[in-house]
């Protein structure tokens, strides 16, 4: 039995019906959904961390496999895969090159928001950040996703300019998970400088869709939140 043979019956003899169900709900997979077609075996993330953990010797190529599979854990453990490969210094370009040629399988928020701030973000800190700006014109949802949430590992540096201007072009994006993402990010920038985040909302907040603008005052006080909401 080889090694990916034997991370798949483990997950698989880890599957929980009662909570595949409540997932199955959770990340929106009905018909005409965001996640339409995703199929769970209902097991939760820390599991699949210590499953990932025996497996990290696991090549690129079984990787690939993975996450070619419609089932959910498939592709979540992969990526957990991915990340530990990315730890590797002389790895990183190859795993940030893999990570982006896989963005189609990359296709639910947990997945996108698990990984984007630690391979494309963690790889462009030093880097020109053009590939972010293609990504968040993409008709794709998850590739939109991808670029506004791998900012947050530049926030953590105080580095909010690629922030601001993605949050910018994603102003009038019409999925509630892009202005979840993007306030999410706003609310982010401000817990580390207020007045950046306060100076983007005083010019935008008038057009920002009412769920992008809650998630991003969420921690203001109330004068501050009463003030945003009336327009």
Same mark, same amino acid.
């Given at each position: 039995m080889?090694t990916?043979?034997?991370?798949q019956k483990?997950?698989?003899?880890?599957?929980?019906?009662?909570?595949k #169900?409540?997932?199955?709900r959770?990340?929106?997979t009905?018909?005409?959904e965001?996640? #339409?077609?995703?199929?769970?075996?209902?097991?939760?993330v820390p599991?699949?961390?210590?499953?990932a953990?025996k497996y990290?010797?696991?090549?690129?190529?079984?990787?690939?496999t993975l996450?070619?599979?419609?089932?959910h854990?498939?592709?979540?453990?992969?990526?957990?895969l991915?990340i530990?490969?990315?730890?590797?210094?002389t790895?990183?370009?190859?795993?940030f090159?893999?990570?982006?040629?896989?963005?189609?399988?990359?296709?639910?928020w947990?997945?996108?928001?698990?990984?984007?701030p630690?391979?494309?973000?963690?790889y462009?800190?030093?880097?020109?950040?053009d590939i972010?700006y293609?990504?968040?014109?993409?008709?794709?949802?998850?590739e939109?996703?991808?670029?506004?949430?791998?900012?947050m590992?530049?926030i953590k540096?105080?580095?909010?300019?690629?922030?601001?201007?993605?949050a910018?072009?994603?102003?009038?994006?019409?999925?509630?998970?892009?202005?979840?993402?993007?306030?999410?990010?706003?609310?982010?920038?401000?817990?580390? #400088?207020?007045?950046?985040e306060?100076?983007?909302?005083?010019?935008h907040?008038?057009?920002?869709?009412?769920t992008m603008?809650?998630?991003?005052? #969420?921690?203001?006080?109330?004068?501050r939140?009463?003030f945003?909401?009336?327009?």
């Open positions: 080889s990916l043979t034997q991370l483990e997950l698989q003899q880890l599957a929980d019906p009662n909570q #169900e409540i997932l199955q959770f990340f929106k009905g018909k005409g965001y996640g #339409e077609g995703d199929k769970f075996l209902g097991i939760k599991v699949q961390r210590k499953v953990k990290q010797a696991l090549s690129l190529t079984d990787i690939q996450l070619n599979s419609d089932i854990e498939y592709r979540l453990t992969a990526l957990i991915l530990n490969h990315y730890a590797d210094d790895k990183k370009q190859e795993i090159d893999f990570y982006l040629r896989n963005t189609k399988h990359i296709n639910n947990d997945l996108v928001d698990i990984t984007a630690k391979i494309v973000g963690d462009l800190r030093d880097k020109p950040r972010l293609q990504l968040a014109r993409s008709t794709n949802l998850w939109k996703r991808i670029a506004i949430i791998a900012t590992t530049f540096q105080d580095d909010f300019s690629d922030t601001l201007k993605l910018e072009i994603l102003l009038n994006d019409e999925h509630d998970l892009i202005h979840k993402a993007v306030g999410w990010t706003l609310r982010e920038v401000g817990k580390r #400088e207020q007045s950046v306060e100076h983007f909302l005083n010019k907040y008038k057009q920002m869709p009412r603008l809650r998630y991003a005052i #969420e921690r203001f006080d109330d004068k939140r009463k945003y909401l009336k327009k």
